[in-house]
């Protein structure tokens, strides 16, 4: 059928160039008849749907609508896609054009469908594990090597469970969550193993330092709106670097040595305490006795002076001879010559040996006495 335009009629004769369409006059009006251009289409949607060689061409009025009919079914299928269902334990952000307009819980709902609103589904019921610090596992997202205050390196591997309490935070407020929540975790390691040595360290006991690292990774969390929320951390392993392990060895080494020779010297020195100490106990009891024994020569030489002293009160003219007589005893047991003068003009030098001494007071006060009387 020739294309036919309004006010005259096509030629399809004329049409050499074989266009089923036939050749478009010029438009004498400049201005078209939509009648004409719906029937001019029914009519090409219905020679298109003839079969070539099949015989007489059969007219199906329902073609004439299938554009129609494919753009409505297209519709209708896009608008089914906006159904969604939310499982338990997971919350849904409804984004529209990107921007957040809604937070959708458990359960079917329905939202325009994309390009319009999208869905972000998050599950918040899940507890998540993080593994951080030197290790051969794969889960390790990041180093934990800290040096001590002994300038030692310490690798530590722990873990951190968390889970996601806040779906618009976790998903917008970092483009990166699980790294912003190791730099949290090796921050808060370091500060809590601030100013410790490698002895401290490797012997200190794990559950003090996680309830630490919990409490101080928490409030840093805090401060940064990253929509995690820890539940509890785990240290699964302080050691040395197993690349300098001979190096440690060797410090190890010496420092046996060392407390060895430390114990050496401590046993030397208890050694000697104890000789020194029974030295000094020796000489305190030597000590001991001499004040005994001073002690014991002055109260006698206090008995003695108390003796004379009564037997000078009793008769001083007695006591003065025997003190006379002593006197001269000590100094005659001195000299080696004794000058004795009998008579006016005689003198007779004797050489004697030296008097024996009395032995004790009272005896010598008796004697002394009787041989007064004698006198």
């Given at each position: 059928?020739?294309?036919?335009?309004?006010?005259g009629?096509g030629?399809?004769?004329?049409?050499?160039?074989?266009?089923?369409?036939?050749?478009?006059?010029?438009?004498?009006?400049?201005?078209w008849?939509?009648?004409?251009?719906t029937?001019?289409?029914?009519?090409?949607?219905?020679?298109?749907?003839?079969?070539?060689?099949?015989?007489?061409?059969?007219?199906?009025?329902?073609?004439?609508?299938?554009?129609?009919?494919?753009?409505?079914?297209?519709?209708?299928?896009?608008?089914?896609?906006?159904?969604?269902q939310?499982?338990?334990?997971?919350?849904?952000?409804?984004?529209?054009?990107?921007?957040?307009?809604?937070?959708?819980?458990?359960?079917?709902?329905?939202?325009?469908?994309?390009?319009?609103?999208?869905?972000?589904?998050?599950?918040?019921?899940r507890?998540?594990?993080l593994?951080?610090?030197?290790?051969?596992?794969?889960?390790?997202?990041?180093?934990?090597?800290?040096?001590?205050?002994?300038?030692?390196l310490?690798?530590?591997?722990?873990?951190?469970?968390?889970?996601?309490?806040?779906?618009?935070?976790?998903?917008?407020?970092?483009?990166?969550?699980?790294?912003?929540?190791a730099?949290?975790?090796?921050?808060?390691?370091?500060?809590?193993?601030?100013?410790?040595?490698?002895?401290?360290?490797?012997g200190?006991?794990?559950?003090?330092?996680?309830?630490?690292?919990?409490?101080?990774?928490?409030?840093?969390?805090?401060?940064?709106?990253?929509?995690?929320?820890?539940?509890?951390?785990?240290?699964?392993?302080?050691?040395?670097?197993?690349?300098?392990d001979?190096?440690?060895?060797?410090?190890?080494?010496?420092?046996?040595?060392?407390?060895?020779?430390?114990?050496?010297?401590?046993?030397d020195?208890?050694?000697?305490?104890?000789?020194?100490?029974?030295?000094?106990?020796?000489?305190?009891?030597?000590?001991?006795?001499?004040?005994?024994?001073?002690?014991?020569?002055?109260?006698?030489?206090?008995?003695?002076?108390?003796?004379?002293?009564?037997?000078?009160?009793?008769?001083?003219?007695?006591s003065?001879?025997?003190?006379?007589?002593?006197?001269?005893?000590?100094?005659?047991?001195?000299?080696?010559?004794?000058?004795?003068?009998?008579?006016?003009?005689a003198?007779?030098?004797?050489t004697?040996?030296?008097?024996?001494v009395?032995?004790?007071?009272?005896?010598a006060?008796?004697?002394?006495?009787?041989?007064?009387?004698?006198?």
């Amino acid at each position: 059928m020739p294309w036919s335009d309004p006010g005259g009629s096509g030629n399809q004769n004329g049409n050499k160039s074989g266009n089923p369409w036939g050749k478009r006059p010029k438009s004498p009006s400049g201005s078209w008849n939509i009648d004409k251009i719906t029937k001019e289409l029914r009519k090409l949607g219905n020679k298109l749907s003839a079969t070539p060689g099949a015989g007489p061409r059969r007219n199906f009025p329902y073609l004439t609508w299938l554009p129609l009919i494919v753009a409505v079914v297209l519709l209708f299928l896009w608008l089914l896609s906006g159904f969604y269902q939310v499982d338990p334990g997971q919350e849904a952000l409804v984004l529209r054009f990107g921007q957040v307009v809604a937070t959708v819980p458990p359960g079917n709902h329905y939202h325009w469908p994309s390009p319009i609103e999208t869905v972000e589904t998050v599950d918040v019921g899940r507890s998540r594990r993080l593994v951080l610090g030197y290790g051969d596992s794969g889960e390790a997202l990041s180093p934990g090597r800290i040096l001590t205050s002994n300038d030692e390196l310490i690798d530590v591997r722990y873990a951190a469970d968390y889970r996601i309490a806040h779906p618009r935070e976790y998903l917008f407020s970092n483009s990166n969550p699980q790294q912003y929540l190791a730099f949290v975790m090796s921050a808060a390691l370091r500060q809590i193993t601030d100013g410790m040595s490698s002895q401290q360290l490797l012997g200190a006991a794990h559950a003090p330092l996680e309830e630490k690292l919990l409490e101080r990774a928490q409030q840093l969390l805090a401060n940064g709106k990253s929509g995690i929320t820890l539940q509890s951390v785990q240290i699964i392993e302080l050691t040395h670097p197993k690349a300098l392990d001979p190096e440690y060895e060797k410090i190890d080494k010496a420092r046996k040595e060392a407390a060895i020779a430390a114990e050496e010297a401590k046993a030397d020195v208890q050694k000697e305490m104890i000789s020194a100490k029974a030295e000094a106990d020796k000489m305190r009891s030597q000590a001991q006795v001499e004040a005994n024994r001073l002690v014991d020569k002055a109260q006698g030489d206090a008995a003695h002076f108390d003796s004379l002293y009564q037997a000078y009160r009793q008769d001083p003219q007695v006591s003065a001879r025997q003190m006379y007589l002593q006197t001269m005893d000590a100094i005659l047991a001195k000299a080696g010559k004794v000058v004795v003068a009998d008579g006016p003009g005689a003198q007779v030098s004797v050489t004697t040996a030296a008097p024996p001494v009395l032995s004790s007071a009272p005896s010598a006060s008796a004697s002394t006495q009787s041989g007064g009387k004698a006198s």
